[in-house]
C-alpha cells in the first residue's frame, strides 16, 4: 500500500515531466491497476519494456524528489496544517493559540527556505 501511495505522490508531483507515452503506461499501471502483461498486449511492446518503462519513470521522478524536494514540503506543509487545526482546537487563551500559531509559522518558514 505504502508503495501505491509513494508512486501516486510521485506521479501527482513529477508526472508531467515524463514523456505522453511514459505517463500514459504508468497511469496504466498506477492508477487502472492493469498487470504488465495487460499493458504490453494493449500497447503493442513487450512485458519487459513494460517493466523498464515503469522502472526508469519511477527512478526518474525519484531523482525530481531528491533534487527538489516537493513531496517533502508537501508533506510538511501539510502536517504543519493539522498541528494549525490542533492548536485552534486545543488552545485555552487567545495568548496561547497566538503563540503556537508563530510557533508552526516559524516551522513552515524554515521548511521554505
Do not use: W
Not at 501511495?5 to 492508477?31: C, M, N, R, S, W
Amino acid at each position: 500500500m505504502e508503495k501505491i501511495v509513494e508512486q501516486g505522490l510521485l506521479y501527482d508531483f513529477y508526472g508531467q515531466l515524463l514523456t505522453p507515452h511514459q505517463q500514459k503506461i504508468y497511469e496504466h499501471a498506477v492508477y487502472d491497476n492493469l498487470s504488465l502483461n495487460e499493458i504490453a498486449e494493449q500497447e503493442g511492446i513487450s512485458r519487459q519494456a513494460v517493466h523498464d518503462l515503469i522502472r526508469r519513470a519511477t527512478d526518474l521522478m525519484r531523482g525530481y524528489e531528491t533534487k527538489l524536494g516537493m513531496i517533502g514540503r508537501f508533506r510538511s506543509l501539510r502536517e504543519a496544517a493539522g498541528q494549525l487545526c490542533e492548536a485552534a482546537d486545543t488552545a485555552q487563551t487567545r495568548e496561547e493559540l497566538a503563540q503556537s500559531v508563530r510557533e508552526i509559522a516559524g516551522r513552515i518558514r524554515e521548511s521554505l527556505s
